[in-house]
């Protein structure tokens, strides 16, 4: 075993879990699931069937990962942020055949208290901004705040808010200097 896990966690048969992750208090891995490399994973999480998790995906404290649910390498789980996998629940019906996929891609910082309805794809990068209700997809960069999210602005891949300049539509990063280009409503690095 590569990986390190606390003692009230339970891990059921038939995970895979990566080299060096960590699994800390209470938590639930269950059977079905995959988890990359160097991950660490809060107390009291619950990673569901078939959720599927990069390397180096880091989740904060009482986040529950439901299946549907794959996080690409480097993504960030606020605490107590929400995934849903069903878009009209209920108790009576049985709806474990309609769970609907969610993709958050590499790099994409979700904040504390976040919900994320299912069916959407947040982008690379993009940061969610803490409390914020995703109901439609999050492009590559962004970054969205508010009940339903909307997008304010954009962000480098450190995280950090992308001023464009008006003539050449190009921003650095004032921690990493890594240019962005603005084309046609999307950002791409440039250096």
């Known amino acids: 075993m ?5 003692e009230t966690a339970v891990i059921d048969k038939d995970c895979i ?3 060096g992750t960590k699994i800390w208090h209470f938590s639930h891995i269950m059977s079905g699931c995959a988890i990359g490399e160097n991950c660490n994973i809060g107390q009291n999480v619950v990673i569901s069937p078939e959720v599927k998790l990069g390397n180096n995906v880091k989740i904060q404290n009482n986040v529950s990962v439901y299946t549907g649910v794959i996080c690409e390498d480097d993504v960030f789980l606020g605490p107590s942020c929400v995934f849903t996998n069903v878009i009209n629940p209920r108790s009576a019906i049985n709806r474990k055949n309609e769970y609907t996929k969610t993709l958050v891609c590499k ?8 919900t994320i309805i299912c069916g959407h794809n947040i982008g690379k990068y993009a940061l969610i901004g803490a409390g914020a209700v995703v109901t439609k997809n999050v492009s590559d960069y962004a970054l969205v705040v508010g009940n339903p999210a909307k997008q304010i602005g954009w962000v480098s891949e450190y995280g950090h ?3 464009f300049d008006k003539v050449t539509n190009k921003a650095i990063c004032p921690e990493s200097k890594q240019e962005y280009l603005l084309e046609n409503g999307k950002i791409k690095r440039i250096k």
């Open 107 to 114: 790099g994409a910082s979700i904040g504390a208290n976040a």
């Open 2 to 6: 590569d990986y390190f896990f606390h």
């Open 17 to 19: 879990i990566g080299k």
């Open 161 to 163: 808010r992308l001023n």
